[in-house]
């Protein structure tokens, strides 16, 4: 018997064939960007350039402007809509010639380990600094430990990453406040300098550096702070354990300046139907000048170049308008992301959307996301889309330094997540180099990262 066809069951039919042809024409869409960055991609080639010809580019250097002027150069090649450079005041620190350091165990004893200035670290003086060295497992073991036993004396914090946390960025936040504000809590003491444990879950030779503050200190009471690499740190921690009385040697030439003027690099595809609705991808120019920076964060520009490119080479003709934004100074200041957020404010412009790869250049697993519920339910109904690329983690959580600033009740922030488990055995340290990166991964995660702009662009925030 023939049952008769309700306009319910019409509107939930006709609904059904339409999911149906969404997901039809997004698989395809996402098949096509995958496809093209892997078959034929520009994110490999551009990274080899950024880090081989250019190099570090830490702040107010001379390769971070030859990294802004090489990015301008790229992005106006692809022959997108618009390409800029947004000004921004930036901080200027050097390193100097290489530190130096050694353990003493008695006078003519030495065994040298390798160290590095944090970054905005002041120098020692002329010739270093040697005095005892006292072993301590974070900022709450000054408080214990007191003046008396603190002043005059290098503390050395050595709290490692927890190794159990299988979410390595956990593991880094753990411990990353002993190298941020270890010298500034220190000081307070009558400590004479620091010494941080690398971030690094491994054990090698190579000292991490990274950024450090002494808060409201003055400059008379400020004292040198360097990291030492975790087979030094092992070594160093050994040793005093069977001679207490063991002193440590330090040399280092680093110095601040007055700002510079540096510059986001922006390009943009305009939106087709809502031209002034603004969706971000992004990464930080600047990186740390040990290594050549690769995967933090050469590896999130270029893949961050490569969406648009990707738009551009399958036709692909965006609703919304998509920005690329190479920021500048996320290392030691965040001032690119905060000025171009800033400019954004100022000019009322309206973002409802912001991507970040600063995660490193790894096989991606998926997404973290700062949205409210409606947002997230939109996005989760997306994951069997990634699925056939073994994209999978999907999750609220963080997104980005340099977009955080964007953070408002109207957007939507994400962040790209690559597997984790090596990227701190390269972070801020000398090794992170182009050789450590991987051609296809690179690709993988800037197809990823194209089809979550494109999903976006399609279907809006809710």
């Known amino acids: 018997m023939l049952r008769k066809i309700t306009p319910v069951l019409i509107a939930i039919l006709c609904l059904s064939g339409y999911a ?56 106006k090649e692809l022959g997108i809509d618009k390409v ?31 160290i590095c200035a944090l970054g905005g670290s002041v120098p020692t003086s002329i010739g270093g600094i040697k005095a005892p060295i006292i072993e301590v497992k974070g900022l709450e073991d000054l408080r214990k430990l007191g003046s008396d036993q603190i ?13 159990d946390l299988i979410e390595t960025f956990r593991a880094y936040g753990g411990c990353v406040d002993q190298r941020y504000s270890g010298a500034a809590e220190a000081a307070k ?19 991490h550096t990274g950024s450090m503050s002494y808060g409201d200190l003055p400059n008379k009471d400020k004292i040198p702070a360097a990291a030492i690499s975790t087979n030094g740190a092992e070594l160093l921690s050994s040793m005093l354990k069977l001679n207490p009385k063991i002193k440590f040697h330090i040399n280092m030439n680093c110095r601040s300046w007055k700002d510079v003027e540096s510059f986001n690099v922006i390009g943009q595809i305009t939106g087709s139907k809502f031209p002034n609705e603004y ?17 933090d964060d ?81 996005i989760e109904s997306w994951k069997s889309l990634f699925e056939p690329y073994l994209v999978h983690y999907f999750a609220k959580g963080g997104s980005g330094a340099d977009i955080g600033p964007l953070k408002n009740d109207n ?5 790209l997540r690559p597997d984790s488990q090596r ?23 800037a197809a990823t990262m194209a089809s979550l702009m494109y999903l976006f662009d399609k279907y809006g925030v809710k």
């Open 411 to 415: 957007i939507v922030l994400a962040g």
């Open 189 to 207: 003491f009558g400590a004479i300098a620091v010494i941080v444990r690398s971030m690094n879950l491994r054990l090698d030779d190579f000292p």
């Open 84 to 114: 800029w450079l947004q000004s921004v005041m930036v901080p200027k620190w050097t390193r100097g010639v290489t530190e130096f350091a050694y353990i003493e165990t008695e006078p003519g004893k030495t065994t040298n380990v390798p």
């Open 423 to 445: 990227y701190f055995d390269y972070h801020h340290a000398k090794n992170d180099t182009f050789d450590a990166v991987n051609k296809r991964e690179l690709e993988l995660g």
């Open 20 to 75: 149906q042809n969404n997901v039809k024409e997004d698989s395809t869409i996402i098949k096509k960007l995958y496809t093209t960055s892997l078959v034929n991609g520009k994110s490999y080639e551009w990274l080899d350039y950024l880090s081989n010809q250019i190099g570090g580019r830490l702040s107010g250097s001379i390769n971070a402007q030859k990294a802004v002027e090489w990015g301008e150069k790229e992005l």
């Open 298 to 378: 050469g590896a999130g520009v270029v893949q961050s170049m490569e969406v648009l490119r990707l738009f551009k080479e399958i036709g692909y003709k965006p609703k919304r308008s998509i920005r690329v934004v190479l920021f500048m100074n996320e290392e030691n200041g965040l001032r690119g992301g905060r000025k171009y957020a800033k400019v954004a404010q100022n000019k009322g412009e309206k973002h409802v959307f912001a991507l970040e790869s600063d995660a490193g250049g790894f096989t991606p697993r998926g997404f973290s996301f700062d949205c409210d519920d409606a947002n997230f339910e939109q």
């Open 151 to 163: 002043e005059g004396k290098i503390v050395f914090y050595n709290r490692p990453m927890q190794p």
């Open 279 to 295: 969706m971000v991808v992004g990464g930080h120019l600047d990186s740390w000048d040990l290594g050549d920076g690769s995967h």
